[in-house]
């Protein structure tokens, strides 16, 4: 059965993309179905300008509209000659999840590769060192800016097309659990790479793992005491050997073949030690990158957030930029800002990454109390949550993390996170978020004093306006209105009552109310006010009565205070 022809696009009119067209063309596996680039002045269409053309039966077709890529099917490769971040940012777009990027570095030694490799003949130790230098050159020359996940391909790809294997598999070690999962694969189903957890000690890789040795197979693993549910019963030769850095076993490479014919020699394991050396470095390095750029990010948003916070904006619009900020910073991210509000004992929705919240009621009506939900479990246990989903696509992690923000001994809230991504939460994004975290809750922490100063400071000039009002009103039925209504309006009750004792009789007499004009809720009310009034009688001092939402649904807090004259 014919080996089905791999569609390939290239964006990049310039030199170094048309330098791959010759070594594309050449090979009968492989089709050029589209050449892409905005740049009119690019060398291709300047070469056009001149008479020069792509020959009619290459069957290619050249645009500058980079948008042809996301309306043309069935492309398994897109080689990017152009590396800027601009380009970068439309291949993160849905349309090419699934497919294949590489850098022209890349692609130049993966065709290289299968321009050697024939049927007839097997690769040689030279050839191995030839590949071995060109991967190394690739590596050097990337530095720090190419996806880990291309080269981690090229290097599986190398692994498997120069050994002549049919199956193969970069497997690294996740921390939350220790084993050992599926970073990239080939020749396996996804369901299958989704599945694969593998315990270190336990079968061909969690021995290497553990041991830090390699391991060549040759007949069924089996029969050679490494039996694992994930080992095709059809595997006849299998290699596996570990990736190192800094004398640390990190992963693991595994390449088998089920031809009873072919069987891999010690040359190839060889070869393929010396390959989890350059697999090893690529990580290394992405990690290292990785780090710096987090520490970058880190320290331009602590100079920034303070300043967003404390700007004469409202306090959503701050979290909202910061929302936002994160988003750009950590990839895949969804972001979202809760403020504990400790009046109501909830948890409100005051910021979002997302553009719009209105199928979510808005800001400020999403609110959730202590241990309801994640968020408001985090909240009342005061520990970070994070769960990774363990069912995730092959190309697809899925974080969500719930973050209490603590500031000054106390909860102001939760910063919460989802994140949909290939590399899911990496170790440098987890550390930010969390460092982010207590300098955000320290920020709204100062804001809220400052509000709470600011309260006060109203509070106390209303008191004083009231007064001077109070003392010119000669109307005693006014007055008794403006008495009841001014301290509830400062404080902000949405009712009030006030009482004076009658000359006569113990009883004292309603003079005037605020915000009981529901009967409902009047008829609610007054027995509470009838209990917290007694009990001020009986102490001679202020009252506050609490109560919980499920046993007052309408009442949640009275303020009880008693107007004394000449010790009565």
Known sequence: MAEAVKN?????????????????????????????????EAMLFKLKELGYVLSSKFGIKVTNDLGTLKKTKDIHTIINALGDIETEKFLEAPEFRDIEKLAPLSARL????????????????????????????????????????????????????????????????????????????????????????????????GKVAKEGKPIIISGRAEESGFSIPSIRADVKSAMCVPLIVNREVIGVINVSSNESAHTFTQDDLNFLTSLSIQAAEVIQRS????????????????????????????????LAVVAKRLQQVVPGLTCFIYIYDANMSKLFLRAASIKDVKGMGGYGFLSLRKGEGMEGAGLESGKDIILVDRTEEANTKRVYLS?????GGVHVGTLCGHIVCARGLSVYHESFLKEIRTLLAESIYKYKQNEEEKSRSREMFAVDEAGIEMTAIKDRKMLMTVIATTPAAIIGAEGSILRFKQDEARKYQMEATYGLDDRQIREYFLPFEKDTVLEVLRKKAPVVREFSEETSPYIRSILSFPLMCGGS
């Open 8 to 40: 390939i696009a290239i964006i990049g009119a310039n030199k170094e993309g048309l330098k791959l067209l010759p070594l594309l063309l050449g090979d009968a596996k492989s089709k050029v179905i589209l050449i892409a680039d905005s740049n009119k």
């Open 110 to 205: 993966l065709w290289g590769v299968a321009a050697k490799v024939q049927p007839s003949r097997a690769m040689n130790a030279g050839d191995h060192a030839q590949l071995l230098n060109s991967l190394h050159e690739i590596v050097d020359a990337v530095r720090l800016t190419v996806d880990r996940k291309e080269l981690l391909s090229v290097v599986l790809k190398l692994a498997t097309e120069s050994t002549g294997a049919e199956r193969g598999s970069i497997m690294l070690i996740e921390r939350e659990d220790g084993q050992l999962r599926v970073e990239i694969a080939k020749g396996m189903d996804d369901e299958v790479i989704r599945k694969i957890r593998v315990p270190l000690g336990v079968g061909i890789s």
């Open 287 to 318: 990690n290292e990158y990785e780090k710096l750029r987090v520490d970058a990010a880190k320290f331009t948003f602590w100079k920034e957030i303070d300043s967003i916070i404390s700007s004469p904006q409202l306090i959503d619009k701050s």
């Open 403 to 407: 973050l209490p923000m603590i500031a």
